[in-house]
């Protein structure tokens, strides 16, 4: 039986050279992946709050619940996203996952209470959780060695693109353009069909988008799972995500409405949130070039990792000019340090491009976890003082650097843990 999404790729007179311009167009798809379907929607809810929140008469803490709602369903989907991702291959969950994930996305925009919001976040954050670990295998399939940390650095870039365009315009622009806030969340169900239907289209990887297909090489979802789950490092890796990604979650969703509450202008916050991501943006692709020269990913995880304890700090007490400079300095290694981490997940002992989606899946997991609890625990500290909530995300950041140090990675970009 034929598959209904391979198509035959055009007769040329040098196929290598035509794999190889191919495999660009393939990035690019999956860097706007990142920007279309995860970024721009995910970051548009922070700055849309007040606006959201005015109509529905949301209090704070209820946000926080909503924004946390936003990351349980993918908790689930991260893992078994990653899972299916490398027994069906990339291009195929990629395609189920930007579709799924324009329609639920969508529905966001019916809401008409606080119940109804919270339930379709929670729906509409299920399938965009399956595009990363996919996008990253899908560099895996058609980059390798040196260039694998650039691949990932590019679409790492196109998320941190994605949140940027999200935060920046979102509420100053798309909202007064569309109508409000409901029109702009049914422009981003329909961008994220689009791209859908664009890797319905895509030519499959040079091994079948990573997928197994000889009877012997081909392991059960459950076997892949538990060869994934006996590798130390990948354990390390996810609580180090779960304090990370829950720090920079929390901080993130808080950061427009404490500017509010400070003074500051709407449009203000708004920017100081989107520079957050804009210094991201301009850092990523030189991040993980460098890594990639370096030819170790774990110092300068380490060294993002910190940047990001001691900007969070200062945004619990600074004000001024100092809250920008703090943003800037937690931001510049922001999308880098997912990009390096992904690259290093791919370069496990164990785990390779085969398995990739499954182990990216568990660690996305459980980072989601952290990004679901995170923002109501920060939230709710605000009545302790406003600066509190920072002060709590800055300890869970802690947590992710402490768990970064317990790996030990050996020149070549294979990481083994000490003492395994």
């Known amino acids: 039986m034929s598959d209904p999404l391979r198509v035959a790729a055009p007769p040329t007179a040098d196929p290598a050279s035509a794999e190889g311009a191919y495999r660009w167009y393939v990035l690019v798809l999956a860097a706007l992946t990142h920007t279309l379907v995860v970024g721009m929607p995910m970051m548009s809810l922070p700055v849309l709050f007040d606006e959201i929140g005015t109509e529905l008469s949301l ?38 996952a930007c579709l799924l994930a324009g329609v639920t996305g969508a529905t966001r925009a019916f809401a008409s209470d606080y119940g109804s ?30 260039r694998l940390g650039m691949a990932n650095g590019v679409v790492s870039a196109g998320m941190a693109l994605g949140f940027l365009l999200g935060s920046l315009i979102s509420a100053t622009f798309l909202s007064p353009l569309l109508g409000g806030w409901r029109n702009v969340l049914l422009f981003y169900g329909v961008l994220a069909v689009i791209v859908g239907i664009l890797w319905a289209f895509t030519r499959p990887g040079p091994d079948g988008d990573g997928r197994a297909t000889a009877q012997g090489d081909r392991l059960s979802l459950r076997d892949s799972m538990l ?38 202008e709407p449009s203000t916050a708004d920017s100081a949130l989107a520079s957050f991501h804009f210094a991201s943006l301009l850092f990523t692709v030189p991040f993980t070039l460098l890594s990639d020269r370096m030819g170790v990913r774990r110092p300068l995880l380490l060294a993002s990792a910190l940047m990001l304890v001691v900007g969070f700090g200062l945004l619990s007490f600074v004000q001024g000019i100092i809250v920008w400079l703090a ?9 880098g340090y997912m990009a390096t981490m992904m690259t290093l997940i791919i370069e496990l002992r164990g785990v390779g491009p085969a398995l990739a989606g499954t182990a990216t899946g568990l660690i996305m997991a459980i980072s989601r976890i952290g990004s679901v609890v995170a923002p109501p625990l920060g939230n ?38 000490s003492g395994q």
């Open 59 to 96: 209090n704070l803490v209820q946000i926080g619940y909503v924004w946390g709602a936003s990351s349980l369903l993918g908790v689930a989907m991260s893992l078994t996203g990653g899972v299916v991702g490398d027994r069906i291959g990339a291009r195929r969950m990629l395609v189920i």
């Open 227 to 264: 060869q994934v789950v006996r590798l130390r490092n990948v354990w390390l890796l996810a609580v180090a995500m779960f304090g990370i990604g829950g720090a920079i979650q929390g901080s993130l969703g808080y950061l427009p409405l404490y500017l509010r509450n400070a003074g500051w």
């Open 380 to 417: 709710g500290l605000e009545s302790v003082g406003p600066g509190a909530p920072f002060l709590f995300w800055t300890a869970l950041a802690v947590v992710g650097f402490a768990a970064l140090t317990a790996v030990r990675e050996e020149k070549g970009r294979t990481a083994v843990v």
């Open 117 to 146: 919001l919270t339930a379709t976040v929670l729906v509409a954050g299920l399938f965009p959780m399956a595009a990363p670990m996919n996008v990253h295998k899908t560099c895996g399939v058609w980059f390798s060695g040196k």
């Open 327 to 335: 943003v800037l300095f937690a931001g510049i290694t922001r999308d």
